[in-house]
């Protein structure tokens, strides 16, 4: 009886050779449970790991942008001070991107946009 034990590809992805990494890492451990082991072809997906049929179809392809319409019951003061909160975060956002740390670059795109609805939300109050 053979151990099928798949050793990490330089050519695959980060996770998918951590997989492979910690499979090889059981297998050595453990001979008898690497005999269970599935033996898959290492481009091979496994169908437990895609989501169902009805997710995929639901699941809508781009983040949403923040609503304008909860920011219109704001006052004045509320106005400028999500806009200090807003600034702030995107100075911690960039922050963190220049000591890499985790960052989630869709929240760029997300704060400037809800930066710039309350800007044009207050000008258009004290233009009143």
Do not use: Y
């Amino acid at each position: 009886s053979s151990i099928h034990c798949i050793l990490p590809s330089l050519f695959e992805s980060p996770r998918r050779r951590m997989r492979s990494f910690l499979l090889a890492l059981f297998c050595l451990l453990s001979p008898a449970a690497a005999l269970r082991a599935p033996a898959r072809a290492p481009g091979a997906l496994s169908l437990a790991s895609a989501p169902p049929a009805a997710v995929r179809a639901t699941a809508s392809p781009s983040m949403a942008l923040p609503s304008f319409a909860d920011a219109k019951g704001l006052t004045e003061e509320e106005l400028l001070q999500e806009i200090s909160n807003a600034k702030k975060e995107l100075f911690m956002m960039r922050k963190n991107v220049k000591t890499r740390q985790q960052v989630k670059p869709h929240l760029f795109t997300h704060t400037k946009h809800r930066v710039s609805q309350l800007q044009m939300l207050l000008a258009q109050r004290q233009a009143a």
